[in-house]
Every structure is written in C-alpha cells, then in structure tokens.
C-alpha cells in the first residue's frame, strides 16, 4: 500500500516536471520578416454591372493591431481586355481603389498588371457569363416545434439553367429585402438538404470534419453532377420566433451569381480554414 502511494505521488510530480518543461516565451518580433511585408496584395472583383476596381496593399503581421487596410497610392495599375489595350487606372481617395473607366464584358478575358520599381504582378481571369434565375417557388409551415414550438420552416425553391458543355461555378444567398418600416429578419438558413450543397460539404470536410452549409450569408457550389441539367435547388429557413405571425410578408431577396473558379476555390479556401464567413463574400453584397 505504501509503495503503491509512493509510486503515484512520483508519477504525478514527473507529470507536472514534464508540463511545466512545455512553457517557453517566443519574442514574436523574431518572426518578422521585411521582405514578406512590403509584399503587395493585391484583390479585385471583377464585375460587370461595375467599373473595374482594384485595392493594393502590403500584407500585415499577425499580432498587430489590424482595424482597416491601408491602401499603397503611387503605384501603375493597368488592365487590359482581350483587345490587348492597357488602360492605366486612376486612383480614387475615397474608395481606396484603383479605378477603370470600363466595365468588364462576360465572357472575356482581363488581365491586370500592377508595376512597382523593377517589380510587376499580374493577374487574369475570365469574366463568367451571368445566370438567369427561371422560377422560385416559397412555402411556409409552422407553428411547429423544430428548437421551439413556436418555430416556423419556409422552403425556397430555386430553378436555374446550367450551361451544357462548360465548367461552371455559382453563389446562392437569401437575404433579408425588408424596407425601412417594415418588420422582417432572416432566420437560421440551412442549405444542407441540397446535392449541390452536399458536394461542397465533402469537399469541406476534408479539413474539417462535421462541417454542414448552415448560416446566413450564402455559399458557392460548382455543377458538379448537375451539368447542363435544368436543376432546382431546395434551401430552407427557420425562424425562431412568435412574431412571424404578425408578418403580412415575409421579404426575401435571393441571388444567385455566376463566379470564375479562382473565386469559387478562394471561397472554398476561406471555408476549409473555418474563417469568418460573411468576409469572402466581398463585392457580392
């Protein structure tokens, strides 16, 4: 009995010699590296209900204290459409963004050239043709009990066309679309019961484990499966709340854009490293 209790007291203080031997202060000053923050960064969203905008800044390190970018303005930002014509875009103070006097037309090609010193980065993509949204259908059910027994569920459908014979890459978002004195909210929007949803789920949970496309904010998903398919998707959202009764209307605004692959893996990147959601969303407000 004796030696069983000295063997666990000796246990336990190696245990703790080992914990405290974890412990070690980093200076994370050490870390810096000068060359990686004077890197530029460059982003532009490429629309063609839009002028042609692009930011640039330098990359920020991890501990500072980061509340806005702070946009570099001497630099020779050019963009050039498939008519190989570089327009040098002005930069515009109040934005923060270079600006185009041009819209990029869809379907074509448009490649940015940013020149710093001896130094030059480029960027291209194709601009994605838009997506005609065919028919939505909504119903609601409810009062019913789903967290509480005053929920209701409303089921959107949305039928769109796929275009046949090419790789295509899509955004859906429902959003609120109540007017200044008008009594609305979204719920909890859930779009796991959808295939499309479901690809990008697996793709996701390659990283993450257990992660489903619930929220608010929207998510991107590829025709993967559904090519060139006249294809429905079904999302539904629940609303936690006895108030829904009150509403005459319930508002909603539902989008659905075409977005270039680079934009979807972006996305897709943003997603598998568990980052706030409503930041990769960007210009497509």
């Known amino acids: 009995m004796t030696n069983l209790r000295y063997i666990i007291l000796l246990t336990a203080m190696l245990v703790i010699l080992l914990f405290s031997g974890c412990e070690q202060d980093l200076n994370l000053n050490d870390y810096r590296n000068s060359d990686i923050e004077n890197m530029l960064v460059v982003n532009s969203i490429l629309n063609p209900d839009s002028l042609i905008g692009v930011s640039v800044t330098h990359p920020y390190f991890f501990s500072d ?27 515009n103070g109040d934005s923060g963004l270079y600006l185009s006097k041009q819209k990029p037309i869809e379907g074509e090609l448009y490649k940015i050239n940013i020149i710093e010193s001896s130094d030059t980065v480029y960027s291209y993509d194709v601009i994605p043709r838009k997506v005609a949204i065919e028919k939505v259908e909504a119903t609601g059910e409810g009062p019913m009990h789903i967290f509480w027994d005053t929920d209701y569920r409303f089921t959107y459908k949305i039928t769109f066309q796929d275009t046949p014979d090419t790789e295509n890459f899509y955004f859906l978002a429902i959003e609120d679309d109540a007017l200044v004195d008008e009594f609305s909210q979204m719920g909890q929007v859930d779009y796991t019961a959808d295939y499309v949803f479901q690809v990008l789920a697996n793709t996701i949970n390659q990283d993450i484990q257990g992660w489903q496309p619930d929220g608010v904010f929207g998510y991107p998903f590829s025709d993967k499966g559904i090519e060139g398919e006249l294809y429905t998707i079904t999302v539904s959202e629940v609303l936690q709340t006895p108030l829904v009764g009150m509403i005459k209307r319930l508002p909603r605004k539902i989008k659905l854009y075409s977005i270039s692959k680079s934009y979807f893996e972006y996305m897709v990147s943003v997603l598998s490293m568990d980052y706030d959601e409503s930041a990769f969303k960007g210009n497509l407000w």
């Open 65 to 91: 204290k980061h509340v806005t970018f702070k946009p570099i303005t001497n630099l020779n930002v050019q963009v050039a459409g498939e008519s190989g014509e570089w327009e040098k875009l002005l930069y």
